[in-house]
């Protein structure tokens, strides 16, 4: 989806000042938002892990902005229990690898609550946590949010952009359902690491309210002959690889980021599919039980005799996340590695 | 108590008979426990539950109807059907559905503690749990997080021995429970939890100051399960001597017995107390097993709001 034209001139922002409008807003138009978390918001802390929450103390104080002990599972767990009890926290975990702490209050506790009480009740709340491998090892570097997309109950999103992580972020906050909201640590600033491939990781985003809804893909590059989905920092690299195949083997990518991934925006993944009858799927997580394995078997359900060649994922090699900047380039799907997928599918 | 105690004797028989499906997890002799510290609650308080949660329903308010057409999986139960025995809750009480994952309550309460605190309702959450779960982290975090915080939130282990099987002797070295307390800055204190007196007073002090914004209160409520962990469960770890000396320490005779004692009721008046919940659940019964059973055609629209 293209970024709506702005009255006035257009801002450009980059994801943590988007996610900290997005938080900002919200707090402001509604006195149950609240934030939960580790270094937060200690004066000359962070905060948080990247920055995203700094100098909202100044204005919303400590009473809604709770600095908590290192207990992720107490971080969750009271995340549950506020939303239960009609508040809506955003809590916050520094790394999604961290998840792994809390899995009981995610998956046992937030996503069964309303089943449980025979849908009397209700669990809105936000757990934010950065995604993605970035030299930091295989503790700090996993992109765990299939797990999540497993699990009935829950929502999963995905940013990859200023303006979609803003929008989707509000509407996070007032989804009456807990959302699992990934970002990538490597999309969070504005020069763009030389990691993220030098991107300028601004978006344009209004000055005015909108909000952008959960289970709704965008198509962020159009195109004939294959389908590439893919979130986060996988989906610059379809992009990038989109332009040199168009360019050096005229080959059109349509590229289309899903940003929910439960639930999935069906209609778009599958318009699309049947147009170009072609479909890679890629992702930094592990590629066996991987979302994109659930994307391409209901794509074969749903569209198989539309296909022109195998469905490919261009996923994480099967292994923890490695440290040596050349080991980790050999994990994540690289635009080299969708490349080659492209054209195998495209030969 | 009585309530309780009868209620788990015909779900004994119930599930015996193939009416209740599943398993049940037995409250037959920590009465007191579950009533004492609901009495020292307002109806506006919160708990919450373990897979053991028949008792705490009843004593937050659920009505044996509704805990028994729930336990039968019927659409008029407490959940609809969709919680069971082991989920067992009504938020028109206070209760949320029982946690059975052991510790899982722990840090929930903590959330609503943090949303009564925040909006400075005044209200109080109370977290049952055994013994077995004070060894899980979700214990440690959560009581911890209270304590930092001055939640308005009351700790209440049911301290019954065994986890499961499992002796509690066998997985800590600290005897007492309530000691944990003080590694957090909270107060611990040890309670006959085969005492409804007892416990009421405890609970009645622990809930004031939780209100009053002194924070935790960690009860380590001694008591017995008379019954096995499941009811697959024939107690080969524990003596029939053991249990012998535990049963004489029933809260309901005891009670029975002190009410006799100081004239506050007489025989008569207790035999009617026993009629009366005699008839209540064989109309709750009557209602479970006449009740409709949930529509499977509604079941996906209850995953999310």
């Given at each position: 989806m293209p970024t709506p034209e702005t009255p006035g001139g257009a801002r450009r922002l980059t994801i943590a000042e988007a996610l900290r409008e997005a938080v900002a807003e919200e707090m402001r138009r509604d006195e149950s938002v609240f934030l939960i978390g580790e270094d937060i918001g200690i004066e000359g802390g962070f905060g948080g892990a990247f920055g995203v929450y700094l100098g909202l103390t100044d204005e919303f104080g400590h009473e809604r902005i709770i600095d908590t002990p290192i207990s992720e599972k107490a971080i969750a767990g009271a995340a549950v229990g506020a939303a239960l009890m009609g508040l809506r926290p955003i809590a916050d975990m520094q790394y999604s690898d961290f998840l792994f702490e809390c899995m009981d209050e995610l998956v046992n506790q937030a996503a069964k609550m309303r089943l449980m009480s025979g849908g009397r009740l209700r669990v809105p709340l936000v757990m934010r946590a950065p995604v993605g491998a970035t030299v930091r090892g295989a503790q700090h570097g996993q992109s765990p949010e299939s797990y999540f997309a497993h699990v009935p109950g829950l929502k999963v999103v995905c940013v990859s952009d200023a303006y979609h992580a803003k929008g989707l972020l509000k509407s996070a906050v007032r989804d009456d359902n807990p959302v699992l909201f990934f970002e990538h640590k490597l999309l969070y600033g504005t020069k763009g690491r030389e990691q993220a491939g030098g991107l300028d990781l601004t978006a344009e985003v209004p000055e005015e309210e909108y909000l952008f809804p959960i289970g709704r893909a965008v198509v962020k590059r159009a195109g004939c002959d294959v389908t590439l989905v893919a979130t986060h920092v996988s989906l610059y690299r379809c992009l990038a690889a989109a332009e040199a195949l168009a360019a050096e083997a005229g080959i059109e990518c349509e590229v289309i980021d899903p940003l929910t991934l439960l639930p999935l925006d069906a209609d778009t993944l599958w318009t699309s599919v049947r147009k170009t009858g072609r479909l890679v799927i890629v992702h930094e997580d592990t590629l066996t039980g991987g979302w994109g394995g659930e994307v391409a078997a209901r794509a074969a359900d749903e569209c198989l005799y539309a296909l022109e060649a195998p469905i490919k994922r261009v996923a994480?090699?099967?292994?923890p996340v490695p440290y040596a900047p050349v080991l980790e380039q050999a994990v994540v799907p690289t635009s080299e590695r969708i490349t080659t997928a492209v054209l195998e599918v495209c030969r | 108590m009585l309530l309780v105690r009868r209620f788990e004797e015909r779900v004994y028989y119930l599930f015996l008979e193939g009416e209740i499906p599943g398993t049940v997890h037995q409250y037959q002799g920590q009465e007191a426990v579950a009533v004492g510290v609901c009495d020292a609650l307002e109806a506006s308080d919160w708990i919450t539950s373990t897979h053991r949660p028949h008792g705490h329903a009843l004593a937050k308010g659920v009505t044996p109807r509704a805990a028994m057409a729930e336990l039968y999986g019927k659409e008029t139960g407490c959940c609809r059907g969709r919680g069971g025995s082991m989920h067992l809750g009504d938020p028109d009480v206070g209760m949320l559905p029982a946690i059975a994952i052991v510790g899982g309550g722990n840090t929930v309460v903590t959330g609503l503690g943090l949303a009564f605190k925040l909006q400075r309702t005044g209200q109080v959450a109370a977290c049952f749990f055994g013994e077995g779960a004070t060894n899980e982290g979700a214990f440690h975090e959560g009581l911890n997080f209270a304590a930092v915080q001055r939640l308005p939130v009351v700790f209440v282990c049911e301290?019954?021995?065994?986890?499961a099987s499992t002796p509690w002797e066998r997985v800590s070295l600290v005897p007492s429970v309530a000691a944990r307390a003080g590694a957090y800055g909270a107060t611990g204190q040890v309670v006959d939890g085969m005492d409804v007196l007892a416990v009421r007073q405890a609970a009645a002090s622990a809930v004031a100051a939780a209100r009053a914004g002194e924070g935790p209160t960690l009860l380590d409520c001694r008591t017995y399960r008379f019954v096995g962990h499941s009811r697959s469960d024939a107690r080969g770890y524990r003596s029939r001597e053991e249990e012998e000396e535990w049963k004489l320490r029933d809260p309901i005779v005891r009670l029975r017995q002190q009410l006799l004692e100081d004239g506050s009721a007489d025989e008569a008046a207790l035999e009617a107390v026993g009629g009366e919940v005699d008839a209540e659940l064989d109309d709750a019964v009557e209602f479970a097993r006449s009740s409709p059973d949930p529509d499977p055609a509604e079941l996906l629209t209850d995953a999310y709001a």
């Open positions: 994480a090699l099967d292994v | 301290n019954n021995l065994y986890g």
